[in-house]
């Protein structure tokens, strides 16, 4: 089925003309038909402007100006601006509102000839870790619809794990490409901070937050990488020569690449499972010749913490222009205050405005100094911290989650615990460091994922390490038990 193809088998299929643009569009179509009832994936298909993006694809194919991932499907994560297509951001407060441009990465996606099935859902505004804090749908695992899987781009993750889509956009603000793509045994890849504009992504945390690519391979996910990556004059934040090449991918080894495990992150709070799981992959690569020295980094044990005073600070001045006057819904109450007080109160999720009221507190008077200060005092050990690991190691390596994918409901009322699912995740946020997630095995037969991170802009060489990794671990991909 071509379904189950990766998007570099889909792309030689299609260089090859075994299959068409057209063909490979109304495959997974008809798959979101199928499936995504269970799923909850998307949260809007765009059938006929996919299907006409397959057309031109095929022209660019037929005509030989192809590229890459010309024809190759992809979902992007409802956070992103679509031109003429809602952007919700799954929150109630932005029903309706129908952007008049692209992100830049979207745009890019369509410059490569790349077809966009639809949006995918979310954690309201990003804010979440198992996408349950979406106002419009359920989505659920494929490895088991009774199960989370992961957030905030749950979607987007689910989406690939389904084979609804061979790739697809995410963005990670504390690890939401990352922590999903663990708990759906697939590769997510948080970039460099700046080598990938964040120009048209809503923004939640705006010095955390990273657009990157979900998909099932290393190969793809580099592949993607490199397509959306470069300098963008629209973002302040884009770094000169940001571009992501993939020409070296498949040029390493493990053999001498130094590894760090970082103590703190293995500590009790990771299940005996996903311990075991972690540690033969870790002794397979040992046996590729990787050479592994565990590191002491005692900020980390701050990194929850620091993430939850500076996010929700950004996020309480970046979500304040969501006010039900200048695009999206509206609630009516007496005057202007009253409008704003009721469309801010009614539409938006609880965990939005909780991060909002926590976040305006840490910024308040007679508070900044004590709270948002600190933290990014904190921040800044902790980057000290970690490039002095990194002047001996060419990335860092730990689990990904501490914990398979938990049961939809079970954490609900204990936020503390779902906060701390990201201890392993946070601090690549924290530095702007790359980080990536690939499959590492099983626990009661739910995906296990590992993370690598390395030092700032050193994307191809860790992209290089974790196809090493892939290619060394003594098991593929493998699909979950669906139809």
Request: proline share 6%; net charge negative.
């Amino acid at each position: 089925m071509l379904t189950q193809l990766s998007a570099s088998e889909l792309a030689a299929k299609l260089k090859s003309r075994e299959t068409s643009a057209i063909e490979v569009a109304e495959a997974h179509l008809a798959r979101i038909d199928q499936m995504d009832g269970e799923v909850g994936a998307y949260l809007e298909v765009c059938r006929e402007a996919a299907l006409e993006s397959a057309r031109l694809a095929q022209a660019r194919l037929d005509e030989h100006t192809d590229g890459p991932l010309t024809g190759i499907p992809i979902a992007v994560k409802d956070n992103l601006s679509t031109l003429g297509i809602e952007t919700t951001c799954a929150s109630r407060i932005l029903e309706g509102y129908v952007p008049p441009f692209d992100a830049t990465v979207v745009s890019k996606l369509k410059e490569a000839g790349m077809v966009l099935l639809g949006k995918t859902n979310l954690d309201e505004f990003a804010m979440g870790t198992s996408c349950e804090n979406s106002a419009l749908k359920v989505t659920r695992n494929p490895w088991d619809p009774d199960r989370s899987p992961g957030g905030s781009s749950g979607g987007s993750a689910a989406a690939v794990a389904a084979e609804l889509a061979p790739m697809a956009l995410g963005s990670d603000t504390g690890g939401s490409i990352r922590m999903p793509a663990a708990l759906c045994g697939i590769v997510g890849f948080k970039p460099t901070y700046g080598r990938v504009s964040r120009y048209g992504l809503v923004a939640f945390g705006s010095s955390l937050d990273q657009v990157g690519p979900l998909a099932r391979t290393v190969e793809d996910a580099a592949s993607l990488a490199a397509a959306v990556s470069g300098h963008d004059p629209s973002d302040s934040t884009s770094l000169r020569d940001s571009a992501i090449r993939t020409d070296g991918l498949k040029n390493g080894s493990l053999k001498g690449v130094k590894v760090g495990l970082p103590k703190q992150l293995m500590s009790d709070a990771v299940q005996p499972g996903v311990r075991d799981a972690f540690d033969m992959a870790l002794e397979a690569l040992v046996r590729e010749g990787a050479l592994v020295d565990e590191v002491d980094l005692p900020s980390i044990e701050y990194g929850v913490t620091t993430y939850y005073v500076i996010a929700p600070a950004e996020a309480s001045s970046n979500l304040a222009r969501f006010d039900g006057i200048r695009f999206g819904a509206q609630r009516t109450g007496e005057g202007h205050i009253g409008n704003v007080s009721a469309t801010r109160g009614q539409l938006f999720g609880h965990e939005v405005k909780l991060r909002i009221m926590v976040g305006t507190y840490a910024l308040s008077a007679g508070y900044y100094d004590d709270y948002y200060v600190r933290a990014q005092q904190v921040r800044s050990m902790m980057s000290d911290e970690f490039n002095r690991a990194f002047s001996d190691y060419d990335c860092l390596l730990s689990p990904t989650s501490p914990v398979v994918a938990f049961r939809l409901g079970e954490l609900r009322d204990d936020q503390m615990a779902l906060k701390m699912l990201d201890l392993c995740t946070i601090p690549a946020n924290l530095g702007g460091f790359p980080s990536i997630s690939l499959p590492c095995g099983f626990s009661q037969d739910l995906p296990v994922g590992m993370c690598l991170t390395g030092p700032v802009n050193s994307d191809e060489r860790l992209l290089q390490i974790a196809y090493a990794c892939e290619q060394g671990l003594p098991w593929g991909y493998r699909r979950p038990p669906m139809p």
